[in-house]
């Protein structure tokens, strides 16, 4: 079956730390993976996304990822913090176009950062 | 202004009532999706539309229904509200595949609803 796992459900990481936040996928075929980040109050916002190429890669705000695919992960980190990244975030991982799947994207749980000054 | 919009931000029901949440986007997209948040369960697909004729079922589509009335607008309706539809709903809308850039979806701001 299809399915996200983001292990974490709450980090609390200091201003000015580093940050990894977890997420490991069970998928079928090749995955699409995105990370997403939900403010307090707020809609989701595209954080960065993979779909082939360079394994590491990089999105707004500071945020990059890497895809394991040994490790069926996908690992959002950013080297130092800051007091608005505290928010909620989202692992997904959707279908190539063209798949029976395609248009559907799975999340994960989430993984609700707050950040200590 | 905002591309994807949905109204109203927050409602308030009883159970039993017939709601109406709507959503209107100005991206141009074909696909839109309907989403419910839970806390700890992350977001669920209800419903997808890759076209005004084309409306597919998500994984919890009982006890919802929608409409395409338009490629801009897609509206989600409960028909009986009853208590555990308490959520936040989010649209959210996307390019097809032969635009070259995969699913990304973006989605709106979402509408919180309690259903009492």
């Known amino acids: 079956a299809q399915s996200v796992t983001q292990p974490d459900i709450h980090i609390t990481v200091s201003e000015g730390a580093s940050l990894e936040l977890r997420c490991n996928y069970s998928?079928?075929?090749?995955?699409?993976l995105f990370w997403y980040v939900q403010s307090p109050g707020q809609g989701l916002q595209l954080l960065l996304k993979y779909f082939s190429g360079d394994t590491l890669v990089q999105g707004i705000k500071g945020f990059e990822a890497e895809f394991k695919r040994s490790q069926s992960s996908f690992n959002l980190r950013k080297p130092s913090v800051h007091w608005s990244d505290a928010a909620e975030y989202f692992c997904?991982?959707?279908?190539?176009?063209?798949?029976?799947?395609?248009?559907?994207?799975?999340f994960g749980q989430g993984t609700t950062l707050q950040v200590k000054p | 202004d905002a591309d994807v919009t949905q109204t109203p931000r927050n409602r308030i029901t009883k159970t039993g009532k017939r709601i109406m949440l709507e959503c209107s986007q100005t991206k141009g997209h074909d696909r839109m999706y309907w989403y419910r948040q839970d806390p700890g369960l992350g977001l669920r697909l209800i419903y997808y539309s890759f076209d005004v004729k084309d409306i597919n079922k998500g994984e919890i589509s009982d006890g919802y229904s929608v409409s395409r009335q338009a490629q801009a607008k897609f509206s989600l309706s409960l028909e009986s509200a009853i208590p555990n539809q308490t959520a936040l709903y989010f649209c959210?809308?996307?390019?097809?595949?032969?635009?070259?850039?995969?699913?990304?979806?973006?989605f709106g701001p979402g509408t919180r609803l309690l259903v009492l």
């Open positions: 997904a991982v959707g279908a190539k176009p063209g798949s029976s799947n395609t248009g559907k994207l799975i």
């Open positions: 998928y079928g075929a090749t995955p699409y």
């Open positions: 959210a809308t996307s390019d097809s595949p032969s635009q070259g850039w995969g699913e990304t979806q973006y």
